[in-house]
């Protein structure tokens, strides 16, 4: 069974609703993109917001084989529609040292988010994309994540997102 979260119908969305501090790890551990991706659907399996790991990391791999997700100034966001899931799931990752993402500055990526979603909607995936990225263009935003001493910290600054 796969852990439903709230999305409202015609209302803003609010990443706070998606993003709980259960759903952040504030100090991921591994040293490469593909170990990052694989911490942070651990999570999602562990929190039931997917039901199959290895279809949603196939989906995810695959999603990054075609386009890296790591965007500038420090972001990646890694996403995927998937049959693993049957609603908008997300979760992040903070990575302080940073790690290899093929990002669009070349430089290392220390904000991860991971996106997935239904394969039959369009909607969610890509306002959770604009949501996610709209905020972080903000170095303030950036800034306050990074200096965050836990996910309960994190889950604050994420929930004046708007």
């Known amino acids: 069974m796969i852990c439903k979260l709230p999305q409202p119908e015609g209302q803003t969305m609010h990443l706070k609703d998606y993003l709980p501090e259960s759903h952040i790890l504030h100090n991921l551990q591994g040293k490469q993109k593909i170990e990052i991706i694989e911490e942070l659907l651990d999570l999602m399996l562990k929190?039931?917001?997917?039901n199959d790991y290895e279809l949603?990391?196939?989906d995810i791999l695959s999603r990054e084989g075609y386009l890296s997700t790591g965007l500038e100034n420090g972001l990646a966001i890694p996403h995927?529609?998937?049959k693993?899931?049957?609603k908008l799931a997300m979760v992040f990752g903070l990575k302080q040292s940073g790690v290899e993402f093929e990002t669009l500055d070349g430089k290392p990526?220390?904000?991860i988010f991971l996106v997935l979603s239904p394969v039959d909607t369009s909607g969610p995936h890509i306002q959770a994309l604009a949501l996610i990225s709209r905020n972080l263009k903000e170095?303030?935003?950036r800034e306050k994540i990074k200096k965050a001493k836990s996910a309960a910290e994190i889950a604050d600054v994420f929930a004046k997102f708007k």
């Open 80 to 82: 995927a529609k998937t």
């Open 84 to 86: 693993s899931t049957d």
């Open 109 to 111: 990526a220390h904000l």
């Open 139 to 141: 170095v303030a935003n």
């Open 47 to 50: 929190l039931r917001l997917i």
């Open 56 to 58: 949603a990391l196939n």
